[in-house]
């Protein structure tokens, strides 16, 4: 069983839609949860993290965390064709240091 | 505010070779953490450096070693090179080693012949 696991899409929306992203986590232990974005032939970006149930809000980004059902989700408003990446869930396991990541979803939005 | 730095950006070595490669935390953090990116994959944890100690090691063999310098500096080793071996190495820092945000640098692209 993967520790995280996300739908590696591919995932497209129209200019101006809400793009969502999801997320699925083993480990009841986690603690912290981190959304990156990776456009292709770049490094992970970090765009969001969040530490506690509920709604975390950045500009166009919303991180969401359920920990009773082990989901973390983000949502991206008013999407940009500048948003088509691929977006990384990341999770800390409560075993150290160690960060987990999924295999990412890619988002394309259309113009 | 001087971000991740990682040097080589690119390099090519032939199986069974030995390879270093260096990266430099964004200013005021004093953790390392080294990542391999498989293509279409996302990082997987190869081990985390904070007070110039390996604190924490993922699923990969001992022929990846690494060390972290005073100046917190980090250089990840891998001998006995593999055709596997060739990916995209992270490395990311941050501030005290835990559940703390982690900030990529620009990565080496290593390619095995």
């Known amino acids: 069983q993967k520790e995280v696991e996300q739908n590696s899409g591919p995932l497209s929306v129209p200019e101006g839609a809400i793009a969502s992203l999801n997320c699925t986590y083993s480990?009841?232990?986690?603690?912290?949860f981190f959304w990156y974005r990776q456009y292709s032939g770049k490094s992970p970006e970090l765009i969001m993290s969040i530490y506690s149930n509920g709604d975390k809000e950045d500009g166009r980004f919303t991180a969401q965390l359920n920990k009773a059902s082990q989901y973390v989700s983000l949502l991206i408003r008013d999407s940009q064709p500048s948003d088509s990446a691929t977006y990384l869930c990341a999770v800390n396991l409560d075993t150290g240091n160690q960060f987990y990541f999924g295999t990412g979803t890619s988002l394309t939005v259309i113009p | 505010d001087a971000g991740v730095t990682q040097s080589p950006t690119h390099l090519i070595k032939t199986r069974g070779q030995q390879v270093t490669l260096r990266c430099s935390p964004k200013?005021?953090?004093?953790?390392v953490s080294w990542y391999q990116q498989a293509l279409g994959q996302g990082p997987q944890f190869i081990f985390q450096?904070?007070?110039?100690?390996?604190?924490q090691r993922g699923n990969f063999p001992d022929r990846f070693s690494g060390h972290q310098f005073p100046n917190y500096s980090s250089e990840l080793n891998v001998n006995a090179l593999l055709l596997g071996d060739s990916a995209l190495y992270l490395c990311?820092?941050?501030?005290?080693?835990?559940?703390?945000?982690?900030?990529f640098g620009p990565g080496t692209r290593l390619t095995v012949t």
């Open positions: 990311a820092s941050s501030l005290g080693a835990g559940n703390y945000e982690q900030y």
């Open positions: 450096y904070y007070e110039e100690e390996e604190r």
């Open positions: 480990d009841r232990g986690s603690q912290s």
């Open positions: 200013s005021g953090h004093d953790t």
